[in-house]
């Protein structure tokens, strides 16, 4: 029986999608719950899973291709056998375990272990020595979208293969050509540039900045950072404090977590959160919805989920999806000063930056304290200058007296 392998339903916010990859060939196997295919979004990577245990028959779109909602991807023969390869599945024939060996895709490397399990699903199906893509990831990690990028032809091995050496190249003081590599944006990249350029230049957008001595915080890390850990099974980290604190100032400065239609004021009564995550591909803004009945342990464990995710492209639409305020860390990377851009229709984000030691005065002494700077961008056309700033104020009173926050005050 043939079946049609379809396009998932996307959401309202996603019109189409482009075929990033094909995990299969018309004629071969396919198992049921198998990825098919990748389909690229503005906003996430979705796998495509084969319905049924069968041979793919028919691909009606080749890798490129835009696609939309329940568009036939692909014919899939529900039960079928691969022509020219009878089921042996109840005998295996003689040799079987050599005839397998032989065709097992190149041992694993040394580098394998660094890969994520989405990157390993595709170097393995497609026999691809992660050796030899050249890596884009943090700390030079080969990442999925390299190595599919390697199947299509527009990366160059990262080790040269065996043959003559070639020519050296002239040097530049030569008057030699220098090398150039125009590579496209992927569907993800694209949109995140189009979207800062609308907020850009929709918003009109004010940066308000502020310090926080984290001393307390850092103390009280230290104090039940541990106690934590045994009880919850998740450390408490930094992001955790700044979310409750973030949760509380929002309820008490309602503007800053409302957001403009037209010329309505959308005021919302809950506070989704949107975490800034870095990934291979873009940031990306999970969302920690309902943030106002969630406590440390789940604020934390909810962000390492996220970035489990992220790492290994398993972030649904619906985790990007909404969100009434944002919160990015550049501190994760070292940056100590920075203006965050809004992500729209929101109307104000926080930034976070790294920690340093630096003097300052407490009670006419001059003493080393972990500081952060912090930054508030926001839409003017909304939030008066007040708001903003009293918004922050709150937030460092409460990162600077923790028990306080605790308890509510």
Known sequence: MSIEVKVPVLPE????????????????????DENLVDLETDKVVLEVPAPADGVLKEIRFETGATVTSQQVLAILEEGAVPAGKPDTSSAPAAGATQAVAAKAPPAATSG??????????VASENRIDPSQVAGTGRDGRVTKEDLINFMRGGQAPATPVAGPPAPAAPAASN????AEERVPMTRMRARIAE?????????????????????RVAAMRKELGEAFQKTHGIKLGYMSFFVKAACEALKRHPIVNASVDGNDIIYHGYQDISIAV????????????DVQHMGFADIEKAI??????????????DDLTGGTFTITNGGTFGSLFSTPIVNPPQSAILGMHTIKERAVVEKGQVVAAPMMYVAISYDHRIIDGKDAVLFLVDIKNQLENPHAMLLGL
Not at 13 to 32: F, L, M, Q, Y
Request: hydrophobic share 35%; aromatic share 4%; net charge positive.
């Open 304 to 317: 390492a989920d996220f970035a489990r995710k992220a790492r290994e492209g398993g972030l649904t639409l």
């Open 13 to 32: 916010s996603v019109s189409d999608a482009t075929i990033a990859s094909w995990h299969k060939k018309p004629g071969e196997a396919v198992k049921r």
């Open 278 to 289: 870095s990934t291979d591909k873009g940031l990306v803004t999970p969302v920690l919805r």
């Open 175 to 178: 008057g030699g050509a220098r």
């Open 112 to 121: 394998d272990s660094d890969l994520s399990p989405a990157a390993q699903r």
């Open 195 to 215: 979207r800062l350029m609308h907020s850009k230049e929709s918003i009109a957008m004010l940066t308000s900045f502020n310090e926080i001595n984290l001393s």
